[in-house]
């Protein structure tokens, strides 16, 4: 009724070390925090889009080297986008909670130079928010 299993069992097959590749906790936590600040990039790229600012302008660019740095030289992707439809308010939602996520990461890996930059962001899209708020 049934055809029997002609393969070794995944399960049975010993794993060597050598086998399984490995990262140390820093290198996964660099990765982390290129992530967030990419992703925080992307956002400010939005944000600029829908109007662009000298403190957006120097934040994209501070953003796009500290994820350079992470990524060892490798720049990031940017699409410049036309403005996506995305009001200011929620862009700036995304943008904090995502400063917040690589403050996180920043401090957990003591990068003093990326978790200065996130808090700022966070500080600034604060603001931006309670300016919005009235």
Known sequence: MYEPIRTKSVHSTP??????????????????????LSALLAVTDELRACGSSADLDSAA????????????????MRVHADGTG?????????????AG????????????????????????HTAALSGAAH
Do not use: F, N, W, Y
């Open 15 to 36: 794993v060597r070390a050598s086998d399984v590749p490995h990262r140390t906790r820093e290198e996964e936590l660099d990765i982390q925090l290129a992530g967030h």
């Open 61 to 76: 660019d501070k953003l796009a080297r500290q994820v350079t740095r992470l990524r060892a030289g490798r720049a990031p």
């Open 101 to 124: 996520r690589a403050l996180l990461v920043a401090a957990s890996r003591a990068d003093t130079a990326s978790a200065i930059l996130a808090a700022q962001r966070m500080d600034a």
């Open 86 to 98: 995305h009001s200011p308010t929620s862009l700036h939602r995304r943008a904090h909670a995502l």
